[in-house]
């Protein structure tokens, strides 16, 4: 059985304690869209393991190195397109083998 770090496990106050930060925290981390929790039928915010190493990034950013919610955001968004960029490299690599493997 393979865990899921995307299912979403956590209520706010659970995951509010994990990190050690106020709700009402997470709440303006969720509207500035730095983070975006599943959603209940009722509204209610579920926070995945992926969600609590998000913020765990953000409250590292924020307390250790000294940067603001601004540029916490900047360093997020230019870490997912990195991310992305990589993916996309190793596609086409893996293409380009493909199609010196069906020349020869």
Do not use: W
Not at 37 to 66: A, C
């Amino acid at each position: 059985m393979m865990f899921d770090d995307t299912e979403p496990c956590y209520v706010i106050s659970v995951a509010a304690r994990i990190l050690g930060i106020h709700a009402q925290s997470l709440r303006y981390y969720e509207k500035m869209g730095l983070i975006e929790p599943s959603r209940s039928q009722g509204r209610v915010r579920f926070y995945s393991q992926r969600d609590i190493e998000r913020l765990r990034q953000i409250k590292t950013l924020m307390n250790d190195l000294g940067v603001n919610l601004a540029g916490v955001e900047v360093i997020i968004r230019l870490t997912e397109r990195i991310s992305e960029m990589e993916r996309r490299i190793e596609e086409l690599e893996s293409e380009i083998e493909a199609l010196r493997e069906a020349k020869l």
